[in-house]
């Protein structure tokens, strides 16, 4: 099964306004990685944290990880139409290598 | 960050024949692996392809199915044998380096079994 599972598994928002998506997953990880994809084409890396970070910036992106609730939060702030994409949270799990397992998703409509 | 290709990039193939997907990397990589996409779902992971040696399969997928070759540390391709329409999918390989967790993927191979 599904090591994530996300929510909301859809999302529309207007431009300029803040998009949260969450994630949670079942066991020990090493670190967990957000990515983006487009329109069934492949995926692009966003972000990675590891179980002892507590919340990672980059650029418009906020991440947050809370290994004792086994979740994590996307925050995307000011949101553009091209942030319209599906967002992925994945996992690599405690001794289980380079694999990820990944997150349910969250599709991400913005409207102008 | 590595770039990464992927050939044929659609196909549609009639029930029971088989499809090699290839993925081709611009720099010499550790890790290659692939994943299958159903419609409207999240990724799983088929394979990890080993360089020099058989493929890592996970659960659920198997060698006579889906024979993945890794001759060297810039290519692999990934066979979908005897094909059903329950193999439609989007199917991408992604790649990391040593001592890196975070993946780069192909713009994947979208595949109709007709």
């Known amino acids: 099964s599904q090591q994530g599972e996300e929510d909301p598994q859809a999302l529309s928002i207007q431009e300029g306004e803040n998009a949260t998506m969450n994630c949670s997953y079942k066991?020990?990880?090493?670190?967990l990685q957000w990515y983006r994809q487009n329109s069934g084409r492949g995926l692009v890396h966003l972000i990675l944290?590891?179980?002892?970070?507590r919340e990672k910036h980059s650029g418009r992106l906020r991440v947050t990880l809370d290994t004792s609730k086994k979740s994590s939060s996307l925050l995307i702030t000011a949101s553009r139409a091209a942030d319209t994409a599906s967002y992925f949270c994945?996992?690599?799990?405690?001794?289980?290598?380079?694999?990820?397992?990944f997150g349910t998703g969250t599709q991400l409509k913005v409207e102008l | 960050s590595a770039v990464i290709s992927q050939k044929p990039s659609r196909d549609i193939c009639q029930r029971g024949t088989s499809l090699t997907i290839q993925c081709q990397v611009d720099?010499?990589?550790?890790?290659m692996f692939w994943y299958r996409q159903q419609p409207g779902q999240s990724l799983t992971l088929i394979a990890t392809?080993?360089?020099?040696?058989?493929?890592?399969?996970e659960s659920g997928f198997v060698i006579d199915k889906f024979p993945i070759s890794r001759p060297n540390l810039t290519f692999s391709t990934l066979t979908v044998s005897n094909m059903s329409p329950e193999d439609s999918s989007i199917y991408l390989c992604?790649?990391?380096?040593?001592?890196?967790?975070?993946?780069?993927f192909g713009p994947g191979t979208r595949l109709t079994v007709t």
């Open positions: 720099s010499q990589v550790t890790m």
């Open positions: 994945a996992t690599v799990l405690t001794g289980g290598g380079n694999k990820l397992t």
């Open positions: 944290i590891r179980s002892n970070e």
């Open positions: 392809a080993n360089q020099g040696s058989e493929a890592t399969y």
């Open positions: 992604s790649v990391s380096g040593s001592g890196y967790y975070e993946q780069y």
């Open positions: 066991t020990s990880i090493n670190n």
